[in-house]
Each structure stands twice: as C-alpha cells, then as structure tokens.
C-alpha cells in the first residue's frame, strides 16, 4: 500500500484518536469513565438508528422514515401503556410490530410499487409525523393527560419500561452502563456480523452493487431489498422505545434531529476505514466521532447553538473523504 | 448510381491504451447512396461511428468531407459541418418530457446568438418547417414520452435532419422497431437517399440490408474486411466477410454423446416464432450462433429462468425442469455466465474472492454463516484453474483486464459442478489468448455435463463446439456436426437467405 492508500484507510481513525487526544488535553475531566459513558448515552439513540439505516444503504437504498418511525414507536409506546394500560412488554412488541410494518410498506412501494426510494420514504416520514398526532389530538402523552373524550388517561409508564432508560449496570463502578448503551453495542455487534459474516449480508452487498448480477447468481434481490427496510424500520422503533424510556412521556416535540444525526453518523461512516461504502463498523464509528467532539466542545464551552454546524461540517469532510479521496464514489 | 465521394475515411486508426479498435479504416460514402456497415460486436464499428461523430479524438487517418479537411473537436462541430448521426438508443435522441415541436428545435436553444427567451410561437413555427420537410405526420403538441418507439426515432431523425445534414449515420436503427415501423423508416430513408444525402446504415438485420442496401462494407476487428457494390449485391459474402472464416490452427476432435442431459421440446421464446426442439448430451459442447437480435440472450434466459417461454417443455436428466427463477436453475445445476459481464456479471464492489464465491454462498456456510476459509481456498484453486493474472485473490475487478475478468466469471460458476453450463456470448471484449484459453478450458472440463456456448463470431464456434447450431428469427434454424462442415449452407442459415425462406 502507498502512503496514500493509508492516509485514506486510517485517516478518519487517526483524526479520531487526534481528537480524544487533544480533548484529553484542552478539556479537564474529558478523560473519565463518566464522560465516556456520557458520550455513547449521548449518541445511542441516534446509532442505533444509525445501524438500520446502514442496512437499507447496503443494498443502495435510503430510508428517510427512520426518525419519524422512531418517534411513532415512542408515541405507541406511551399510549400503549398510559392510555391503553397495558404492561412494558405489550408496549415494545407494539413498538416492535410498527417498526417492521412500516419497513414492509416501504420495501413494498420501492420493490412493487416503483417508487423511489428516497421518495417512499420520504412520504412514509411525512405519513408518520401526522398519523402519530392523531390518537392524541395532537397531545403528547402522560400520565393524567386528558383524552379528547374527555376522559382523563390514568395508566402509567411501567417501572420495567422505564428501567429501559434509566437502569445502569455496574461495570467495574457501580451504576455505570445505561442500558441504552449496552442495547446500542449488542445491535452494533449483530448487524456488523449480519453483514460481514454471513450469506444474507453479503447477498445484500452484492444488491447493492450490481443488482442484475446479484439476481443472476441466484438472489431474490426483491425480498433482499425488503428485508433491508424491516431491518431498519425495526431498528428505528428500537430507538423508539429507549427515547421513550429516556423520556418517560409521548412527547410529541422530540426526537426532531434523529434522522440527520442517524444518516450523517451512516454517512462518516463510509470513510472510516477507506470502505467507500456503508458498513457497521463504520457507522458506529461515526456516530461516535459525532458524540466525542460535540461532548469535547460543549466541556471546553462552545454554545450548544453552534452543534449542528459542527456535525455538518464533520459529514462533509467524511464525504469529500469518501467519494473524492478513494476515488471509489459508488452512490 | 455511382454519385461522388462525398465523405472519404482514409486509414482511420483509433487505439484505446495498447489495445488497437480501429487498424486503418478506409470508407466512402456517395450522395444519394445508402453504404450498409456490417460488424460483430468489437469489430469497432461504434468507435468509428464516434469518431465520425465527434465524441472520440482519431488516431491517426484524414477525413474529408466534399473535398475539406473534416476534423470535428466536438459532436455539435460534425453536425455544424454537415455529419449527423442517429445514435442507437432512441431515447438518447430525444427528450422525453418535452413535446415534439420543442425537441425538433432543441438544438436551437443553445449556442451564441440565440435569443434568452423562448419563443413558443416561434418553435412551433421552425418544428413545423422541419416536419413538413420530412412528411413527418406526428401531433407536434405531443410529449414524446407518449410516443411509440418508432415515432420518437421519426422525432430523432427528423431533428437530426434539421440541420440539413450532407452525412447522415444511423446506428442499428431498426434494432428496437417492430416490422411495420420498420418499414416506415424504410420509406423515410429512401426519400433521403433520392434528396441525394449519402447515408450509413450500420445493421445487423439481413432484411433491412436487402431492402435498402446500394453498397455493402464489411468490418471484423478493426479493418474493412469486404467491400461489395457490384449488383447483385453478395450478401452471403458479406456475412462472410464480417463473420470470417479463417483456417483455424488447432482444429479440434469432435466428440459426440450417447446420453442425453437436456431435452427441449417445443419451447417457444418469441411472439410468432417457430418452435425450438433440441437435446444436449452429456460431455458435448454446443455453440448456438447467429447474428445479434436473434434471440440467442432469449434462449439463454429461458433456459435459465430468468425468462418464460410461451409454449413447451424442457427435461433435465429425464426430469420435468421449469425454472421461474435463476435460483431454480442454480439449484438443478443449471449455470449461466452471462451476456456483457460489467451490468450482469461483475459485482464492482466485490473483489475477486467475493465474486468468485456469489452465486454459491450457500453452499459456502454453515448455518447462514460463511465458510471464509472455504471461500479463499476457492478462490485460489479457480484462479489456478484458469490462470487468472492477478497479484491475489483480494485484487479488485476493476484492476483486471478484461479477459482476466472474464475468465474471474467463469471461474465463478465452474468452481461447483454444472449439470448445463451456459455462457453467452463469453468472448466478447476477451483478448484471443483468453479465449483460447476459456475455451480449452471449457473443453477439458466438459465430461459430465451438457455445455451450451451462444456466440455471433462463426470463428468462436468453430473454436469451441462439437456441434452447431444456427439461429435466426428467435429459433433454430440449422444444426451441423462440427467436422466436415459446409459452411457456405451455414452462412446462408445465418443470413436468413433463400435456403431458410425455403424451408
């Protein structure tokens, strides 16, 4: 390899451990397993969804419903069990169910139906922001709301539900590992081994590259694609569930950056290691990458109000990185 | 008839890195007169027409045109001189949101001194001029994406006709036209020709050649390799000419076959076509040849699959076979390398290993889970097999040259055991040392299945087969043993000639 195959196989590693480094010098207290925690909680939600997507960009698809669908699961989950009164388990299945029906419709429009795909999703987003109000009437969900009949909801978030997003296991100090970070770490895990190790990931890879030459070694590409979409229509309802959990209401205003963090951390992500194409590995890289320096910033005291340049800047160095440094743009 | 040179190639070279398209090309084309190109796939027919066109810089060679210098930098030079050329794909000639009249003016809206406004009134009325001029009866309010395929190709004449063209080229224009549309831009290209514009009609199909033929070229890698305006025109020897028919060196030993692997029986694969009968044998290879657009990519399809035919049925070693998928074929050992390896072959993405090891995944696993030491290990040994030239089993496609990326595809699907192995048109773009050796390769390894090879080169099947079989209007034409063969009545099967009208 030539100096040059390095620098764009481990640059984004090496400005990532640069960017540790000089955190650890500049910011006091940026070195602490507290703050490392910090950093994953921070980015969990958004990696997990993060992960999903990466799915659908493997078979050289997008899904732009992500957020919303993570935003539809946390407003199931609420209603589920403060109107409908139900325990913690009905509630993920529900979040669960809608997570992989949404991705069966959009896999459906896209393979059926023909539509493109950043269109179909970007109408199943559209779909889902409005559907998600209308139970409520536009309320967000808690405990005691009033109902639009007038009745006055009186279940509550159940203790195990909450335990999603506030039980921390003891790892080494006591209380420290949420378990958003564990859930975003065994998904992580799954779905890189998913697509580098077994048949279906690399099935997916070849759709993704040459669709007609994929079908011709055998493949239903059809359900292949399909299949991408209930991936990360399941994994947005995850983040559903934990930011529900984090939350504790069906709160209607959040959760409104989830689909830029989610797809620019899948987007750094074709940098890291020289790839030039959507892998695992690299997304949880960049959403990590985002994490770090917006917790790096916020300790040496920029504004909060200067985040989202800051991560757009970030993707946009990855993406010159990608597609004009490796020479290998495929999308 | 015979008019003046008008437009003159003289010793036309075009070389693409080492690799020589066009070896000196010498071509004229007279006023009034329709010059037929006929080629094979890489005769280097499209890179003259690029050339000619302005798209591509020549290699070396003079062009004049009535007598000047005829060096185009640019496509728009060539058309502002008086060289216009039709290319092959219609919708590449149209646009297909705009309406008629917009498109038949389209290359007026851009250029100096073209005013900044669109003038509707002003478009409809220099549309009108031009249709009126080429008796082109289409609703000139209509978007083209309404129209059938040959009225958009009237559309993409007519516009190229607009500039009055002195030259004018049409690339395979029938290629997508069903007869009678056909015959509609036959009309067409007669009123030109009697309009004295010299025309080049690059075409594969026999029928179109007869109807409008004055001047024959053949051309087989890169040279002209036949001539023919004496009447009657000779179009056996034309095919002849493209196809070639040199002595070839390592003549093989035909091997025929008792058992039979594949039997077919009246597969239909085309509106309209006659039936297809035919039985492989274990141990034989079989090459199907014909010209392009005969349907040979359809029979190939079909048989893995990919593809219905309309009528009859197919056995495979004495089962009923009908595939609906190529997952199907795969799974009764049916494998196919298909036609033009970069859009149906080669996952790009992919390095060798990964490419070599696709279509047998799972059979790679254990549990879903890939075997990646098997993978490698196959990898190495397909390598090996075929002698790919590579530095490793972790090189890129892309790295490769072309007949190392061919063989890479047939590497892929000879590293498990075929019960009919298929390769469409696995020659093409493949340099000859390649071929020799995919093609010992195919026949050192044919026990034990049935192996059928669709190639349009007459010289590649006499390479490759036992037998061969001739196809033309999407079905079987002729059948020959390949030892004592006679090859004029071949030539004939594949020109479609008399012999077959006959019949």
């Known amino acids: 390899m030539t100096l040059r195959d390095y620098a764009i196989r481990y640059g984004f590693i090496v400005l990532l451990l640069g960017l540790v480094a000089y955190f650890a010098i500049a910011a006091d207290g940026f070195v602490s397993p507290q703050s490392a925690v910090f950093i994953f909680q921070s980015v969990a939600i958004t990696g997990v969804l993060a992960l999903g997507v990466t799915a659908t960009l493997v078979v050289g698809g997008f899904d732009l419903s992500i957020g919303s669908v993570a935003t539809s699961a946390m407003m199931a989950a609420a209603y589920v069990m403060v109107v409908l009164e139900q325990n913690a388990l009905v509630a993920v299945i529900a979040c669960l169910l809608i997570g992989a029906l949404v991705g069966l419709i959009n896999g459906w429009l896209i393979v059926y139906m023909r539509v493109p795909d950043l269109l179909a999703t970007l109408g199943m987003m559209f779909l889902l922001v409005g559907l998600q109000r209308i139970p409520t009437e536009g309320r967000s969900i808690a405990t005691g709301m009033t109902m639009p009949d007038g009745s006055v909801a009186n279940g509550k978030f159940s203790d195990a539900f909450l335990a999603l997003g506030r039980h921390r296991f003891d790892f080494f100090i006591p209380n420290l590992i949420p378990v958003s970070v564990v859930v975003l770490l065994v998904l992580a895990l799954l779905i890189w081994f998913f697509l580098e190790y077994t048949r279906f990931g690399r099935m997916m890879y070849a759709v993704g590259s040459n669709e007609r030459a994929a079908e011709l070694a055998g493949a239903p590409v059809k359900a292949y694609k399909i299949w991408a979409y209930v991936i990360s229509g399941v994994f947005a309802s995850i983040g559903g569930i934990l930011l529900a959990a984090r939350l504790g209401r069906g709160d209607i205003a959040s959760g409104n950056n989830l689909l830029l963090d989610a797809v620019a951390a899948a987007l750094i992500g074709y940098a890291v290691l020289g790839g030039a194409k959507p892998n695992a590995f690299g997304t949880a890289v960049g959403a990590l990458f985002v994490g770090i320096l917006l917790q790096g910033l916020t300790m040496m005291n920029a504004p909060y109000y200067t985040q989202d340049f800051v991560k757009g800047v970030v993707l946009v160095v990855a993406l010159v990185f990608t597609f004009a440094l490796s020479g290998r743009g495929r999308r | ?503």
């Open chain 2, 1 to 503: 008839m015979v008019g003046n040179a008008v437009f003159r190639v003289e010793g036309l070279r075009k070389s693409f890195g080492r690799n020589e398209v066009l070896g000196g090309i010498s071509l004229e084309l007279h006023s009034g007169e329709v010059t037929v190109l006929m080629g094979a796939n890489g005769a280097g027919k499209s890179t003259l027409v690029k050339i000619v066109s302005g798209v591509y810089e020549r290699g070396g060679g003079t062009m004049t045109l009535a007598g000047q210098d005829f060096a185009p930098n640019t496509p728009a030079e060539a058309i502002r001189a008086g060289v216009v050329t039709v290319h092959q794909n219609i919708n590449d000639g149209v646009v297909a949101d705009l309406d008629v009249a917009t498109n038949l003016t389209l290359d007026r809206l851009s250029g100096r001194g073209v005013p900044t406004l669109f003038n509707p009134a002003r478009v409809r009325r220099e549309a009108k001029a031009v249709a009126d001029r080429m008796g082109l009866a289409i609703d000139l309010k209509a978007r083209v994406s309404d129209l059938s395929l040959a009225d958009r190709q009237m559309v993409a004449i007519a516009r190229a006709l607009a500039h009055q063209p002195k030259v004018l080229i049409l690339d395979e224009p029938t290629s997508s036209l069903s007869s009678v549309e056909a015959d509609r831009l036959f009309a067409l290209v007669d009123r030109l020709r009697e309009q004295g514009v010299a025309i080049l009609y690059i075409s594969h199909r026999m029928s179109d050649i007869r109807r409008l033929a004055d001047r024959i070229v053949s051309m087989r890698d890169g040279v002209v390799s036949g001539a023919f305006d004496a009447k009657p025109l000779d179009y056996e020897g034309a095919v002849n000419a493209m196809l070639g028919r040199k002595v070839h060196l390592d003549r093989i030993v035909v091997r025929s076959s008792a058992k039979a692997v594949l039997t077919v029986d009246g597969l239909r694969i085309a509106q309209g076509a006659r039936p297809i009968s035919l039985t492989l044998g274990d141990g034989e290879i079989v090459a199907v040849t014909g010209l392009v657009g005969v349907g040979k990519t359809a029979l190939a399809e079909t048989l893995f699959g990919v593809r219905r035919p309309l009528a009859g049925a197919m056995t495979m070693n004495g089962k009923p076979y009908a595939p609906r998928s190529a997952g199907d074929a795969i799974a009764a050992g049916v494998f196919l390398v298909a036609k033009d390896r970069a859009t149906s072959g080669i996952v790009g993405g992919f390095n060798i290993e990964r490419n070599v090891s696709l279509p047998f995944l799972r059979r790679m696993s254990s549990l879903s889970v890939l075997k990646r030491r098997l993978e490698r290990a196959t990898a190495r040994r397909q390598i090996e097999e075929l002698g790919i030239v590579c530095r490793s089993e972790k090189d890129e496609m892309s790295a490769l040259s072309g007949g190392n990326q061919q063989k890479v595809m047939v590497a892929r699907w000879m590293a498990q055991s075929a019960a009919l192995f298929i390769l469409d048109e696995p020659f093409q773009g493949v340099d000859i040392s390649a071929r020799r050796d995919i093609a010992a390769k195919l026949r050192a390894s044919a026990n034990g299945r049935a192996t059928l090879v669709f190639v349009t080169e007459l010289d590649e099947a006499l390479e490759t087969a036992d037998r061969i079989l001739v196809m033309s209007e999407h079905t079987i034409v002729g059948e020959h043993r390949n030892a004592d063969i006679d090859l004029d009545r071949l030539l004939a099967e594949v020109a479609g000639g008399p012999l077959h009208s006959a019949a």
